[in-house]
């Protein structure tokens, strides 16, 4: 059973940047291609970007060119740096396993935009 455990999120101006983590238990990390989704209040769960096993790297649209996803395979970590964050990035970030089915989910860090 994997757990994941979120952090980082927080309150932050329009423009300004934050840094989520994402540590994961379980033996396969380094095999797997991870992924960051996000979930605005009352709307559906969207993918963010996902990191292959290799480094591939994919970005939602949206945040392409503000968003960077990274990982740590020897601390068993994933990242989400946000730049220029605006108010539509308001949502709670999840990360997941992408190669696990069900999908493993965490409880999620909240990050809000707001001036």
């Known amino acids: 059973q994997v757990q994941l455990v979120e952090s980082g999120g927080g309150l932050v101006q329009p423009g300004g940047s934050l840094r989520l983590s994402c540590a994961a238990s379980g033996s396969d990390f380094s095999r797997s291609t991870w992924a960051w989704y996000r979930q605005p209040l009352g709307r559906q769960r969207d993918l963010v970007a996902t990191?292959?096993?290799?480094?591939?790297?994919n970005y939602a649209a949206s945040v392409q060119g503000r968003f960077t996803i990274s990982r740590d395979n020897a601390k068993n970590t994933v990242y989400l740096q946000m730049n220029s964050l605006k108010p539509e990035d308001t949502a709670v970030y999840y990360c997941t396993n992408l190669n696990r089915l069900p999908r493993p989910w965490g409880q999620g860090t909240q990050v809000t935009v707001s001036s």
């Open positions: 990191i292959t096993s290799d480094g591939r790297i």
